[in-house]
C-alpha cells in the first residue's frame, strides 16, 4: 500500500525588517519537527522568504525586487536544502522568483517549488489566479498590488510524479478556482499542496470578512473531494505588518474530510498519513472522470 507522511509548516508572520537568514532558521525548525515525526514532506506557505509585500505599492516595480529570488537554492536557503537532504525530507517552498528571459525580458513570478528528499528540485509552478490590483488604491488601508508585481503563469497545472504519487502545487488565490483542481485532476493527481496569505479584510466586501476561515475550508474540501485527491492547505498568517492574515491550515483527504487542522496563529507543524489509494475509492466510483463527465458540452470552460 502507498503511504505518504506529510506536514504543513505554517508560518506566523514575517515582519518586513526580517531578514532571510532568520526566516530560513524558523524553516529548518519546522522542517526538524517534521522529520523527527517520520514525515516524507513538508509543505511551506506562499511567498514564505519574504513579508507579504504586494500589500505595499511602489513608485517603480523594480523598488522591490529584492524581495525576489533570483536562484533557487541560493545563500540564504542552501541551509534548508542541507538540511532536508541530510534528514532525507522533501519540501515545498513558496517565494517570489526574478528571472531574465534570453531577450533580456525580466519576469517576476509567484512561485512555489518541490523539492525531493535528495534535495533535487521536482518543478516549480508558477502561480496562475493572480488577485487584488494594478494600481495604487488610495482608499485601501492597505495594498493588494499583486497583479503589479506578478505575471500570471502561461504554463497552467503541472503533475509531477513524487514522493511515489502524483504531485501537483497551486498558490493561495488558485484554490478558490474549480478549474485548478479539475486541471489536475484530469492528469491523475492525489496530492495537491497549496501555500496561502489570505488577509482576513478583504477590502472591496468586508461582509466576506467572517467568511474568511469557512470559503478557506469550503474550496479546499469540495477541491479534494470532486477530484478525490488529498489537498495540503499552509497558511502565512497572524498580524504581520499591522494586517491581520488567516491561520487554519488543513490537510484533507480525497472524501472532503479534514485529517489535521492547526491550532495556532503562528509557526506550527500539522502532519497526517495518506493513504493514497483513497484517491481511487472517487476517482474510481462516483467520478471516474472518463466514464461520467460530458466535456462536449463543458466548450464554454474553455472558449469564454
Ligand atoms: N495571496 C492571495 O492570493 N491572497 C488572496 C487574497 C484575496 S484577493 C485580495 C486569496 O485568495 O486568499
Redesign the pocket.
Known sequence: ERKIRVAGGQMGPIQRADEREQVVERLIALLTEAADLGCDLIVFP?LTLTT?F?RWHTGKVSDFDHFYETEMPNAATQPLFDEAKRRGIGFSLGYALLEEAADGVVHRWNVQTLVDASGEIVGTFK?V?I??HDEFDPARPFQ?A?RYFFEPSPDGFGVWEAFGARVGMM???D??WPETYREMGLQGVELILCG????IH???DPSQDRLQGFHNKLVMQSGAYQNGTFVVGVAKGGVEEGVASLCESIIVAPSGEILAEAATDGDEVIWADLRLDWCKQYTGTLFDMDYYRRPEVYTRLTTM
Not at 496561502?196 to 488577509?199: A, G, K, L, Q
Open positions: 506562499e507579504f504586494p502561480k489566479h488577485p487584488g493588494h499583486e498558490i493561495c488565490n484554490r478558490r496561502y496569505n489570505t488577509p478583504y477590502v472591496p
